[in-house]
């Protein structure tokens, strides 16, 4: 079976114009989670989904972040009028359910705002 | 949410044993230990959680200690391959909302050929 796919794996994008980050995760997982991580730092939580519950956004940096799961499995991450700041890699991770069950990981999208 | 330290870097040599440290003294009774890496260039991956009991598994073993309040993630045989980031997290099973998966520092792990 397939992993955790991330589309693309590479986006440049001109600042101030809006890009939009796919995840698909493992088939029949519920949880879903976004991170961001800049050169040389950690894993920064973003947003959170669990099943039909309401997502834990504590982690977004501003409103010019959203996220949305469709049908409960494909999630789109939108950073509108991007900022170089909000270049790094966005990892998308998921898992059967949320407690205690390994979350499995994509590869990452390398996000390069010129 | 309950906290956890580790060192931030550890260096080994190839073939040898590592103990990765953790401490996480406010651990509560319903909070799980989790243990991830995260090779170069790569998105993390799991390793190996337990509750009390210590744990073993193909990549590693996890042994935690009697009052819970520290654990050691054990590599038995240290390869160039095992050289990553290592984070220890808590994970609460009983959260209301589910318990979402956060992320410290970790623990950079050197290993020397």
């Known amino acids: 079976g397939a992993g955790v796919s991330q589309s693309p794996s590479n986006k440049v994008t001109e600042k101030g114009k809006d890009v939009e980050l796919r995840c698909d995760p493992i088939?029949?997982?519920?949880?879903l989670y976004w991170y961001r991580q800049s050169l040389g730092q950690g894993l920064e939580f973003l947003i959170y989904f669990q099943g039909n519950s309401a997502p834990d956004k504590s982690g977004l940096p501003s409103d010019r972040f959203s996220a949305e799961r469709t049908g409960g499995s494909v999630s789109t991450l939108t950073i509108q009028r991007t900022q170089q700041e909000d270049s790094a890699v966005y990892l998308c991770?998921?898992?059967?359910?949320?407690?205690?069950?390994?979350?499995?990981f994509g590869q990452g999208t390398r996000l390069t705002v010129v | 949410d309950a906290k956890t330290t580790q060192p931030n870097s550890m260096e080994s040599n190839e073939e040898e044993p590592v103990h990765l440290p953790c401490n996480h003294s406010?651990?509560?009774?319903?909070?799980?230990i989790h243990w991830y890496r995260q090779l170069p260039s790569q998105g993390p991956e799991y390793v190996i959680h337990?509750?009390?009991s210590n744990v073993n598994n193909r990549m590693a073993s996890l042994a935690i200690a009697e009052d819970r309040k520290s654990s050691t993630l054990i590599l038995h045989r240290a390869t160039l391959r095992d050289a990553a980031v290592y984070y220890c997290i808590l994970r609460d099973v009983y959260m209301e909302y589910g318990n979402k998966l956060v992320f410290g520092a970790g623990t950079i792990l050197r290993v020397k050929s």
């Open positions: 406010t651990i509560s009774g319903t909070d799980y």
């Open positions: 337990g509750l009390t």
């Open positions: 991770a998921s898992s059967p359910e949320a407690m205690n069950t390994e979350a499995f």
């Open positions: 088939s029949g997982h519920t949880a």
